[in-house]
Nanobody
Framework: QLQLVESGGGLVQPGGFLRLSCAASGFTLDRYDISWFRQAPGKEREKVSCISSSGGSTTFADSVKGRSTISRDNAKNTVYLQMNSLKPEDTAVYYC?????????????????WGQGTQVTVSS
């Protein structure tokens, strides 16, 4: 069974940090771009960060830029999102998303998969 499993969420005080993990089973992540999204109650899903399949390119939403890092360990088939200086507005369910394209730039097939999410709550 092809799965993405997030872990590392929980309750943390403002100013604290968390490291979220996204582990794949049933397939390897090394050809996939991996993104982290989050969704707070009553809000739309927001893209937080992305790392390319090679790990050479990363992007961050303005809301987390400067206090987050994203990394990958293809040997462990896992991607990490470290978030520091956490704020109450970071409270959300965090999802990882894997996407790859197979074929030529003009003719390709896309494969993607979502994880089930992990809850992050920032509160004193």
């Amino acid at each position: 069974q092809l799965q993405l499993v997030e872990s590392g969420g929980g309750l943390v005080q403002p100013g604290g940090f968390l490291r979220l993990s996204c582990a794949a089973s049933g397939f390897t992540l090394d050809r996939y771009d991996i993104s982290w999204f989050r969704q707070a109650p009553g809000k739309e899903r927001e893209k937080v960060s992305c790392i390319s399949s090679s790990g050479g390119s990363t992007t961050f939403a303005d809301s987390v830029k400067g206090r987050s890092t994203i990394s990958r360990d293809n040997a462990k088939n896992t991607v990490y999102l470290q978030m520091n200086s956490l704020k109450p507005e970071d409270t959300a369910v965090y999802y990882c998303y894997a996407r790859t394209r197979v074929g030529s730039p003009s003719m390709y097939r896309e494969y993607d998969r979502w994880g089930q999410g992990t809850q992050v709550t920032v509160s004193s």
